[in-house]
């Protein structure tokens, strides 16, 4: 590849990326979110029926380009709130709320992972109330400095502790401790974490 076309690759791309940037603010503008500096990604789906609040940092990306893993943020009542920490990323993540969903700072979520408060259904096996009966819900509260693993699912009710990592893949049904590496469906306790420890 010569310089000259090198060169235009990377302007387009710049170019791309501000583009991408824009309708990112302005999705979030139209939808009502309130966010700090420095908000980065790309499309995202947003449904904001109740408060959706983002910190400095936040990283929304959807991967590829929004057509594959899509992050998206819905809260699906009025009185609902989905609240982001400072420099947290989500990567074609998608975080439905009827409650109260709460992400620390510095938290990484992998593509594939679904937050959930709710049971999304009624869960009667009469048909009629399964569709149209009231909703459980929960809040899910997660903690500072969390690691969440692509493909996984955390469910209402859950709170997850500062630092702790959910290995891809798993389905978290109960409360993670600080410190620790849960894993597997459902979720288990695998071992204790080192600040000092690669593995």
Excluded at 171 to 188: C, E, M, R, W, Y
Aim: charged share 20%; hydrophobic share 40%; aromatic share 6%.
């Amino acid at each position: 590849m010569s310089k000259i076309t090198s060169k235009i690759f990377i302007l387009f791309r710049c170019i791309k990326d501000a583009f991408l940037l824009f309708t990112l603010h302005l999705n979030l503008r139209i939808n009502g979110v309130v966010y700090g500096a420095k908000i980065s990604g790309n499309r995202c789906l947003i449904l904001n029926k109740g408060k959706i609040e983002l910190g400095n940092n936040v990283k929304l990306n959807s991967y590829p380009d929004g057509e594959l893993y899509k992050t998206g943020l819905f809260t699906q009542l009025d009185s609902a709130l989905i609240k982001i920490g400072n420099n947290s990323g989500l990567n074609g993540t998608i975080v439905r709320c009827r409650n109260k969903i709460i992400i620390g700072d510095n938290c990484m979520f992998g593509h594939g992972v679904i937050i959930l408060d709710n049971n999304s259904h009624n869960t009667s096996i009469d048909p009629v109330k399964r569709a149209t009966g009231k909703i459980a819900d929960s809040p899910v509260i997660i903690g500072n400095n969390v690691w969440v693993g692509m493909h996984s699912m955390i469910l209402k009710g859950v709170h997850i502790g500062d630092n702790s990592i959910i290995a891809a893949g798993s389905v978290v049904t109960k409360d993670v401790p600080s410190n620790q590496l849960f894993g597997g469906n459902p979720a288990t306790f695998i071992k204790m974490l080192d600040k000092h420890e690669n593995f």
